[in-house]
């Protein structure tokens, strides 16, 4: 009998029947074991041939981007003589500098909160557990995937006419594309829940607010932290392109020394934004190991690094929650140091809340303000048009764009299957490759892709090589976190069967941990598109190739007309790959 024989019948012994009496055939080979396999449905077999033609789509497109080691060895030249011209890194004044960090970090924290207020009631109408019917489902679904569509630094071009310059377009801009990923992350979360406490307090005669905020809240609450921490992250390094459209900040001083030619202050301000994402992932981590554990949906690669031992226990239920036993003890509730802790926590929590809006100094009248600029704003951005540029070459551009995005990913695919198994803690062979996949995902996480794109871009040039490579390295970090975490959820029984007939680690990650991780890595392949396309069109404004030469050129023309028209078709793009993600998911579930 094989090791995978075992695994799937454990117990069953040389001539003795498996479960179910089916007799055993010669050599030891059950029935069912020679029983013809199923069929797959003709729908499957049509998507994994779409996945097939996708790879080849993507290697065609990696040929065609012409990616060549040794002809960037070559470039290298180039780097060495844009380094010789720019002497070396500067900065801004301590003063100045101290400053602009914090209006950094203070406008993506308003925004990100922002994003996680408005998320809730989304996510309430689009899970299906809670939703009030179809059509709301359907609405909150779009409305989910219409925000994350449309990139952010177009949101914030159209707030920049709207309001004041300075902080305000891009925290409604960052909260507005948020709502995209954080809706949909909240509205899982909801769908996951046990029904059990909400069915209870809607049998008592409970209201909905009551069914949600007893009911479905403390349970969501662990997931719903971390899913705003982790946007936060992802806010940070993406706040660096909205300066490049006016939105106060370092990416705006970024912007100013590089279009001034001041090359080592623009490094070097590249330099402590890199420094800044490093620190935010870090102190997003302490957060998460002190407010939820070591929980398994809550969990990342960083929590990891930081917290390697958490306990996954504290003191027993019943000793902790003596104080709850009746409503006379719960009001003299005592104040333990796990008390003190938490309440100090979350003051500390309002405090950097309050900070942020107030070295953001948003201009509140602008709210109120900005109703009577809107049809103006409105007028110069529809109807779409393309203006001087031709159809076709705007349709190619886009083309350009999807091959980009499709080249990066199949690029990231398998670095990113290596890191991130060799994160996994039931597949790394032991803790200091762990330990070493762990901090390379760290490093390469840290890196916003347009830093990385202006310097690729000094090495190779203009033009879609830059593009691929910056997006390549960049999705490494996401892509590889995302199989870690998948990797280490799945059943570990299979695996423990296997170890136990004395299968090898690499028999067992093949037999068993991939083929349970599979559907989860086609999901993050597809997430990983989905971002690659909006982040090559983002790319394009410093020089990465696809539509977003163009894009940059129609705002800097105030040509808005045809923005909207390639937003159009970045919206149209995602869509479709969109919903090309969702029917994969539900044929391979």
Not at 260 to 284: D, P, Q, R
Request: include cysteine; charged fraction near 15%.
């Amino acid at each position: 009998m094989t090791a995978l024989d075992t695994a799937a019948a454990p117990g069953t012994r040389g001539g003795a029947a498996p479960r179910g009496g089916a007799p055993t055939g010669s050599g030891g080979a059950t029935v069912a074991a020679r029983a013809p396999r199923r069929r797959p449905s003709p729908e499957r077999i049509a998507a994994g041939l779409t996945l097939v033609a996708l790879v080849v789509l993507g290697v065609l497109a990696v040929r065609d981007v012409d990616i060549s080691i040794p002809a960037m060895v070559q470039s290298w030249g180039n780097a060495q003589n844009f380094l010789a011209r720019v002497g070396g890194l500067s900065f801004p004044e301590p003063g100045e500098l101290l400053w602009l960090i914090a209006l950094t970090v203070g406008l993506v924290l308003v925004g990100t909160l922002l994003a996680a207020v408005l998320s809730v009631p989304i996510a309430y109408l689009a899970a299906s557990n809670t939703t009030p019917g179809t059509g709301w489902r359907a609405a909150a679904r779009f409305v989910g995937v219409l925000t994350r569509a449309l990139p952010d630094v177009v949101l914030a071009m159209a707030f920049v006419l709207m309001f004041s310059l300075g902080t305000l377009p891009g925290i409604l801009a960052i909260g507005i594309h948020s709502i995209g990923m954080i809706s949909k992350m909240f509205a899982d979360a909801i769908e996951q829940i046990d029904e059990g406490p909400r069915l209870a307090i809607r049998a008592a005669g409970g209201s909905k607010l009551q069914e949600f905020t007893a009911g479905i809240l403390p349970q969501v609450l662990p997931s719903w932290v971390a899913t705003v921490l982790h946007r936060n992250d992802i806010n940070l390094r993406g706040s660096v392109v909205l300066g490049y459209v006016g939105v106060a900040g370092l990416g705006l001083e970024m912007s100013y020394a590089f279009k001034a030619l001041n090359y080592g202050k623009g490094l070097g301000i590249a330099l402590v934004i890199f420094a800044l994402c490093i620190a935010m992932e870090v102190v997003s981590s302490l957060v998460r190991g002190a407010m939820l554990g070591e929980q398994r949906q809550t969990r990342s690669w960083m929590d990891r690094l930081v917290h390697p031992r958490l306990r996954r226990t504290t003191a027993p239920t019943a000793a902790r929650s003596e104080w709850a036993a009746t409503p006379q003890t719960a009001l003299r509730r005592p104040w333990t140091a796990q008390r003190v802790r938490h309440t100090l926590a979350g003051v500390a929590a309002v405090l950097v809340v309050i900070g942020s809006v107030a070295v953001s100094q948003i201009t509140w009248l602008d709210l109120f303000t900005f109703w009577a600029k809107l049809p103006e704003v409105a007028a110069r951005f529809w109807p779409p048009s393309f203006g001087n540029y031709d159809a076709p070459a705007m349709l190619e551009a886009m083309r350009e764009t999807v091959a980009i995005a499709l080249a990066a990913t199949v690029l990231t695919l398998l670095p990113s299957l290596l890191l991130g198994s060799l994160a996994a803690r039931n597949v790394a062979p032991n803790g200091a490759a762990r330990g070493t996949a762990r901090l390379l995902l760290v490093g390469i996480r840290g890196i916003p892709e347009l830093i990385l794109a202006i310097v690729l871009v000094v090495i190779t040039g203009l033009g879609a090589q830059a593009g691929v490579i910056a997006l390549a390295i960049g999705g490494i970090g996401l892509l590889g976190k995302l199989i870690a975490d998948s990797l280490e959820e799945v059943d570990r029984g299979p695996e423990r069967a296997l170890r136990a007939v004395g299968a090898t680690r690499l028999q067992t990650y093949a037999a068993a941990t991939v083929p349970q991780g599979t559907r989860a890595l086609i999901g993050h392949s597809f997430y990983m598109l989905d971002t690659n396309i909006r982040a090559a069109t983002i790319l394009g404004i410093v020089g990465g190739g696809g539509v977003g030469y163009y894009l940059l050129n129609a705002s800097q023309g105030s040509r808005y007309e045809t923005v909207t028209a390639i937003v159009l078709m970045i919206l149209v793009t995602v869509l479709a790959v969109e919903g090309l993600a969702m029917w994969m998911r539900k044929v391979f579930r």
